[in-house]
């Protein structure tokens, strides 16, 4: 009944800004010859950009307010009873480069892991994407089973999947370390040794990626035509030539967005993080960016310095992002 | 481009747009009109068990009270604190919120609650129950429902006849049934948890949090990290890394003869040992003839700061319901927790059932749980020294110090 009331809700609002459009447009100045054209589009995509305003434009503005506010757990009162934000200048902008956000790594630890964090994952799900996904091409028979099958890490929900993983890199009793024994090799403690503990979480994020981008390339490299090996091979080149050549110029379309995509998501991954290093707490040695920055928003209630990361992240974001 | 001759079509178009939007703007706003009555939301973080003995409860509450209803939805600890936190800031979220007193801490510093005080009546409560859901002005902010959440000594029967009383004794004991190599031992806890730390801190006299200010720098903290250090080092009584789901999984598979684990697992190992669970108090540490102090809190509903009126009169109606006496002997009885009100403190329910009647006794040397927000920072000050005492990676004295000059930093930082 709630979903049904806010659905409800929304359509009353969509609704009435339809109707405020109407009486404008067509009523209001009905005669004028330069707004003719614009009646209808306007009315069609006015859903789209209130839906824009109010669930980006608005949030993003409110953010970068709030960063330049004065707002944590202990002044939240004053915002909430007399709308009084504060203003703090860039203080939270200092605060994020000279003060740890979580215990005791610093803003350029946490980026320098991320860094190393996104980088490792991007290349490990390319390379393994690439190569599952030429050797799913090359397959004639079976290759749907073959898709299914190794698409299920992606498939699985991410809770479940995660949670799976963190118990096989359970020092003692999990599959990892008792494989480790088995050939002889000492145990290692993947809950709380500093590297231990970030090696186990790119490893899963590693296994949870590499099917999105198999599925990606695969549907790449079967838009290339058959004819183009063909002329290669009668031409004589290789099969390294084929690819150099023929296999990587016409993928790029396809690898360009998704190598961007796969950094956005990497970047931005708070679940492995989070549920692999223990939910309520946990440690800090594989925490990135994303994840401090929500520890500190929601553990540490301090809402306009993790508006002030925010913003700074987004920067960041933006900057690796930007076309060209 | 749009031709003159378009024109007539695309007015026509605009006006059924026009037309249809009135039709749904009249529809959204009649089914918000809808549904006369009280309609009260309540979120909680309760097991699928418990789940099931409250929404019993709230039907027949609903039937007795035939223009209230009652809405639940769960959800996991971290998502309840997260999700109404940034519901109740964006003035939404439940009217009544069940969850462990420290919620109540942050909540109330933000505003987003209001104290119960006025009103409910805490002189029936059990005393330490109150104490750990008022702060420091004595402003009370939940209603208890029960009282717990403790952690006590669960003992395998059928391996350990009699439960220690000092910590030396179960040393010895676990001693005595510890084999690593058969990946059996005679005692686990979540070694790594602050929550099962401060504890064994309780023993030295050291409470983590006093007036708001952390307490876990000195010489107390690090005669209670080398205790605990010792426990896995020089004794190797307990599994080297072992985290709940560990020790849980050890116990109920009788490879671990003791475990220190809350009162939230009565019922599950009742199930499961029957008259072979042994429950006892955390033992004392014969240095300092002081027992294990367990945290102390319990269940409570906190009311959302936007809730008055009518439905503010409903919550209270069904707050009253909730607290009172045969309510509280049901959930003490399907739920295996203990009552909050003090009317029930010798209650034959509690007496006459042994398991239920030693969980009250391990309550007695427990500290209220501080309900102030700074508890938060001093758990996550105390976690990574911790973590790092058992992994071999930190002298005791540094990290002591290192996670009081932590806590305070944050502290302050949290203020600014």
């Not at chain 1, 006015?46 to 002044?75: C, D, G, K, W």
């Not at chain 2, 059928?158 to 005692?187: C, M, W």
């Not at chain 2, 671990?256 to 006892?280: H, P, S």
Request: proline share 5%; with cysteine.
């Amino acid at each position: 009944m709630q979903i049904l009331g806010l659905l409800a809700t929304i359509l009353g609002v969509v609704a009435l800004v339809e109707l405020l459009l109407y009486v404008i447009l067509y009523h209001t100045w009905p005669g004028k010859r330069w707004i003719g054209q614009w009646r209808l589009p306007v009315m069609m995509l006015a859903p789209a950009i209130l839906a824009i305003s109010v669930l980006i434009i608005y949030p993003f503005l409110f953010e970068m307010r709030l960063a330049f506010a004065n707002l944590n757990m202990y002044t939240i009162n004053d915002w909430l009873e007399g709308g009084e934000l504060g203003w703090a200048g860039f203080r939270h902008f200092i605060a994020v480069f000279t003060t740890s956000p979580l215990q005791t790594i610093s803003f350029w630890g946490l980026l320098g892991r991320t860094v190393i964090w996104t980088v490792v994952n991007l290349i490990a799900h390319v390379g393994f994407g690439l190569t599952l996904a030429l050797l799913l091409n090359k397959l004639a028979k079976g290759r749907g089973l073959y898709r299914t099958l190794l698409i299920v890490p992606w498939a699985m929900p991410q809770v479940v999947a995660v949670l799976a993983w963190r118990g096989e890199f359970h020092p003692q009793f999990g599959f990892v370390n008792v494989l480790l024994q088995t050939f002889g090799m000492p145990t290692i403690n993947w809950w709380s040794d500093p590297i231990p503990v970030f090696v186990s979480c790119c490893l899963v994020n590693i296994w949870l990626g590499i099917p999105f981008m198999m599925i990606v390339f695969l549907g790449g490299l079967q838009s290339i035509p058959r004819s183009y090996y063909e002329a290669a091979s009668i031409d004589g080149a290789s099969r390294w030539v084929q690819f150099k050549q023929i296999t990587l110029p016409l993928l790029r379309p396809v690898v360009v967005p998704s190598v961007t995509l796969g950094t956005i998501w990497t970047f931005n991954n708070i679940n492995v993080i989070y549920l692999m290093t223990g939910q309520n707490g946990g440690n800090e040695y594989a925490d990135i960016l994303v994840s401090a920055w929500y520890k500190s928003a929601f553990n540490y209630y301090r809402y306009s310095f993790s508006a002030a990361f925010a913003v700074v992240i987004f920067m960041i974001l933006l900057g690796v992002t930007w076309p060209g | 481009m749009m031709n003159s001759t378009n024109k007539p079509r695309v007015s026509g178009v605009g006006a059924t747009l026009a037309r249809l939007c009135v039709v749904l703007f009249a529809a959204s706003m009649s089914s918000s009109l809808l549904g006369a009555g009280v309609v009260l939301t309540m979120w909680d973080n309760e097991r699928e068990d418990i789940q099931k003995v409250l929404d019993d409860v709230l039907d027949r509450f609903e039937k007795e009270n035939p223009g209230v209803k009652v809405k639940t939805s769960h959800y996991k600890t971290e998502d309840l604190r997260s999700q109404f936190q940034t519901a109740a800031m964006g003035g939404g979220g439940a009217d009544i919120v069940l969850a462990p007193n420290d919620f109540g801490g942050p909540f109330s510093v933000m505003g987003i609650i209001q104290p119960v005080d006025t009103w409910a009546k805490m002189d029936r409560f059990a005393p330490t129950v109150v104490e750990a859901v008022s702060d420091s002005k004595n402003k009370s902010w939940g209603v208890p429902i029960s009282r717990g959440n403790h952690l006590m000594l669960f003992i395998n029967g059928s391996i350990v006849k009699k439960a220690p009383q000092t910590i030396e004794e179960l040393i010895a004991t676990a001693k005595k049934h510890t084999d690593a190599k058969q990946n059996r031992y005679g005692f686990a806890y979540n070694l790594n948890e602050p929550f099962w730390f401060v504890a064994f801190l309780g023993a030295y006299g050291q409470r983590p949090l006093v007036a708001r200010a952390p307490q876990l720098g000195g010489d107390t903290m690090v005669q209670a990290l080398e205790l605990v250090k010792k426990l896995k080092f020089d004794d190797k009584v307990v599994p080297a890394d072992c985290d709940y789901a560990c020790a849980d999984t050890l116990f109920t598979e009788g490879k671990a003869a003791m475990i220190i684990n809350g009162d939230w697992a009565v019922q599950q190992y009742r199930e499961k040992f029957k008259e072979n669970l042994v429950i006892a108090p955390l033992p004392k540490l014969a240095s300092t003839g002081k027992h294990m102090a367990p945290m102390i809190s319990g269940k409570y509903l906190f009311f959302n700061k936007r809730v008055t009126g009518v439905k503010l009169e409903a919550a209270k109606k069904l707050t009253e319901y909730l607290v009172s006496k045969p309510i509280q002997e049901e959930l003490v009885r399907r739920t295996q927790r203990l009552p909050a009100i003090k009317e029930l403190n010798n209650s034959p329910i509690i007496a006459a059932d042994p398991v239920l009647a030693a969980t009250d006794k391990a309550m007695a040397n427990g500290q209220p749980m501080p309900l102030d927000a700074e508890m938060r920072v001093v758990w996550d000050a105390i976690r990574p020294q911790l973590q790092n005492v058992m992994a071999g990676r930190a002298e005791t004295k540094v990290a002591a110090a290192t996670m009081q000059k932590d806590a305070e930093t944050k502290i302050k930082e949290m203020k600014q």
